[in-house]
């Protein structure tokens, strides 16, 4: 679903991503765990063609990343939810998650704001994943924080995408909270069969929601494994072990721990 190779990004001097490799299989559900400024945000921007990369080769859901003629249609088919659940808090409910049918509407038709029955079922359809399908008519701005990012998760849904990029999705949530939107998130992907890949940085989310985790550090992937293997010691790569990364050579970066294979082992 979304193939990666030789992926890189520079911003001036600052090498924020320094050659990733990685496949992403359909329906997967991947976390990316990492310091802050590892570049988590960048690789998501990348893979949604807000970022143009500097160099290397990216396909999600069948389009060219770094082809800037796709990027209408590839963002039809992959969606963002971002840390701060930017909903428009004067809308209603309904209305946010409506405007995630708004790329598949004909642009007359989404000017005028002119939604199908089809478009509104399916809305609450979205809207009953996230169990809100009873504030649909109130205003947005009427809902805890936690709802409000569950509604980012229902627009997201309503847009009926291959993938869904989920940028820290839960950072500004209290940890019970937290956990009730990545289960929502989660359990929607599943029956849909969309494909997540979740920057996360609370490592005990990534090990409980995680398929697959993959650590970012340096702007490299420095582990690949499935969540219910990640032991502490594979977090010294990602965390502890930061500055050798950075300063590491290509090759050592990726084999920073003797029980570790720089892919599906963790
Ligand atoms: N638009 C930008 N212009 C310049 N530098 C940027 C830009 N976006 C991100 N960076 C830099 O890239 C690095 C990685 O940032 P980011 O991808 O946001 O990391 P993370 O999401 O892991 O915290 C940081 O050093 C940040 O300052
Ligand atoms: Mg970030």
């Known amino acids: 679903m979304i193939r990666i190779r030789s992926l890189t990004k520079q911003y ?74 930017n909903v428009v808090p004067r809308l209603s409910v309904l209305k946010n998650v409506l405007t995630g049918r708004l790329g598949q509407v004909s642009s007359l038709a989404s000017i005028l704001q002119l939604f199908s029955r089809q478009d509104v079922a399916l809305t609450m359809d979205c809207l009953r994943r996230v169990e809100l399908d009873h504030k649909a008519h109130e205003r947005t701005d009427a809902l805890s924080g936690g709802q409000r990012q569950r509604v980012g998760i229902a627009r997201a849904l309503a847009q009926r995408p291959q993938v869904i990029l989920a940028d820290e999705p839960v950072a500004s949530l209290d940890p019970k909270t937290s956990r009730l939107v990545l289960q929502y998130l989660r359990a929607a992907c599943r029956e849909l069969g969309i494909t997540v890949v979740c920057n996360l940085h609370q490592v005990d989310y990534a090990r409980e929601f995680g398929d697959r985790i993959v650590g970012l550090a340096g702007g490299k992937l420095v582990l690949d494994g499935r969540g219910d293997e990640l032991r502490d010691s594979h977090l010294n790569l990602i965390y502890a072990g930061l500055d050798q990364v950075q300063h590491a050579a290509p090759a050592a970066a990726r084999q920073p721990a003797p029980e570790l294979s720089a892919q599906g082992a963790l």
């Open 12 to 85: 001036g001097s600052n090498a924020v991503l320094r050659g990733i490799d990685l496949d992403v299989a359909a329906g997967e559900f991947l976390v990316v765990l990492g310091p802050s400024g590892a570049g988590k945000s960048t690789l998501l921007r990348c893979i949604n063609g807000l970022v143009a990369p500097t160099s290397g080769e990216l396909v999600a859901a069948g389009y060219d990343a770094t082809d800037a003629r796709k990027v209408r249609q590839l963002r039809r088919n992959v969606a963002m939810i971002f840390q701060h659940h």
